[in-house]
């Protein structure tokens, strides 16, 4: 029995990708994705089938997994670079406060790049950030040269290599290729590479919070060769296209490698859907590979795990790529948790319908590890939705009725509500208005905004906007109705630079 087993306080490993759609899971039907360790987690844990990303772009979505908050108050509505973070309570802060050594390996995505946020420590590669990439106008302490630690272990055995030599673009959803170097030099086998030496050199004295932090399947889709070859000559399906979608496209936007609309030429959308998957598929070995050393080290039943993404991609359903709107492809995320050691009782091998959202991991994490949750934590802890109870038990336990996302993204900003079985989708610059029956189409295959069947559930979708924006500074309401045109910054003023 190790030291922590005998203190009964559990490590707490978060693992977390950047990208992935909620329904690339083989254990979620996916007809082509393969996730034989995923599922495991999933088949012996919880999967939560209606976990969302409020923000679905990186910056905002991680802030509410550092905070527990919502976007209103954490104050990132949009994607914006160099704001400084300067949250003074976070989840790896904490966890050290409460007696945990705390690492960080992979993707942090704050600002400054080595902003330690409350851990102890961050092996750091962000991945390619355009604002820290140009070399004029930005101080030498801030440039990826300095900052990327992946960056630099990559050149100790490749000299000269950057993160541009295989030509793709850190944006391009719809061009693909294989990986140019060994498997193990892949910046998602360097994630594990440095999380199992963190199993090394960790305090045995303590309990640990590891966030392993993938870039991957976030573009470049590069997979090893073996991945995209498990994929060559799988029977892809198209993507979904709604009644709504934009069927032409008179700009060819979907011939630019980094567009977020159009219509792709049929070939190199299937060859980027393929190595999409192939870059799961990769994440997941390697994941399967990380709990294989957690169980060398004694630790893996010691050990409370949560796995989901920080957002999806929409992978041209409906003609659309990359992420930030509130499609199901693109805010909708995968979240799996499990407890080899049986600490937290859960119901394994279930799945949660609650509707739940990135705001919930602090609570939960700090929750499993009996630290005290601040008050400035706006999300819950999820264990009550998956843990196992009496028979006698006929409620279920209380929950939120609905999330509120939204997005600053120029004209195509919106604000929405779902309960994970209806959506009501609003864009405050025109005015337009969506609604979705997910219960009957998941899809989102057909708008229903104008049927006069929906006409009541569209009104308590739309007074239940309005009530949730309320007081915003944008002015998006007065009360009783929604008002279009308002002007909308990616930050709120509060933490405005």
Request: hydrophobic share 35%; aromatic share 8%; glycine share 8%.
């Amino acid at each position: 029995m190790n030291r922590n087993e005998e203190r009964g306080r559990p490590n707490v490993l978060l693992i977390t990708v950047d990208q992935m759609r909620f329904d690339c899971l083989s254990i979620a039907g996916h007809p082509v994705v393969e996730t034989p360790n995923l599922d495991e987690l999933a088949r012996t844990g919880v999967r939560f089938s209606r976990a969302y990303s409020a923000t679905p772009t990186c910056v905002p979505a991680r802030a509410a997994i550092f905070t527990g908050q919502s976007q209103r108050t954490h104050g990132r509505v949009g994607y914006q670079d160099r704001v400084p973070w300067n949250y003074p309570v976070t989840l790896p802060g904490e966890l050290a406060k409460a007696g945990y050594h705390t690492q960080c390996i992979g993707k942090m995505h704050v600002y400054p790049a080595r902003n330690l946020m409350g851990f102890h420590n961050v092996v750091l590669h962000d991945g390619y950030l355009h604002h820290n990439r140009n070399f004029h106008g930005i101080p030498m302490q801030e440039h990826y040269d300095q900052v990327d630690d992946y960056l630099q272990w990559l050149r100790e055995r490749v000299p000269g290599a950057d993160l541009i030599d295989t030509g793709l673009d850190c944006n391009a959803s719809t061009v693909a290729r294989p990986w140019h170097l060994e498997e193990m030099k892949h910046p998602t086998n360097w994630v594990v590479t440095q999380s199992i030496d963190f199993l090394r050199r960790r305090d045995p004295g303590k309990p640990f919070f590891l966030w392993m932090s993938f870039v991957r399947p976030h573009p470049p889709f590069d997979p090893p060769q073996a991945y995209l070859d498990l994929y060559e000559d799988a029977d892809i399906p198209d993507p979904p296209v709604g009644d709504w979608a934009q069927g032409d496209d008179p700009a060819l936007e979907g011939l630019a490698p980094t567009t977020g609309k159009g219509l792709v030429p049929k070939r190199r959308l299937r060859r980027a859907m393929a190595a999409y998957y192939a870059l799961i598929t990769h994440l997941d070995h390697q994941i399967g590979r990380f709990l294989q050393a957690l169980n060398e080290y004694g630790e893996l039943h010691n050990t409370v795990i949560m796995f989901t993404s920080d957002h999806g991609e929409l992978l041209g359903d409906h003609h659309l790529f990359r992420k930030a709107l509130p499609y199901e492809g693109s805010a909708h995320v995968p979240l799996i948790v499990n407890d080899p050691g049986g600490r937290l009782h859960l119901k394994r091998g279930t799945v949660a319908d609650e509707v739940v959202e990135l705001r919930d991991i602090m609570p939960s994490l700090l929750d499993a590890a009996g630290v005290q949750i601040p008050e400035s934590v706006e999300g819950d802890s999820i264990w009550r939705l998956a843990a196992a109870r009496n028979d006698a038990d006929t409620a279920s336990p209380v929950w939120r009725s609905h999330l509120h996302g939204e997005h600053a993204y120029g004209h195509q900003s919106t604000q929405w509500v779902t309960d994970g079985t209806e959506k009501f989708i609003w864009y405050p610059q025109t005015g337009e208005e969506q609604f979705f029956n997910l219960a009957e189409d998941p899809m989102e295959l057909h708008n229903a905004i104008s049927d006069e069947a929906c006409r009541e559930r569209i009104d308590h979708w739309r007074s239940i906007l309005i009530r949730e924006l309320e007081g915003r500074e944008e002015g998006f309401t007065d009360g009783e109705r929604l008002i279009a045109g308002r002007k909308q910054a990616a930050v709120l003023s509060h933490i405005r630079a």
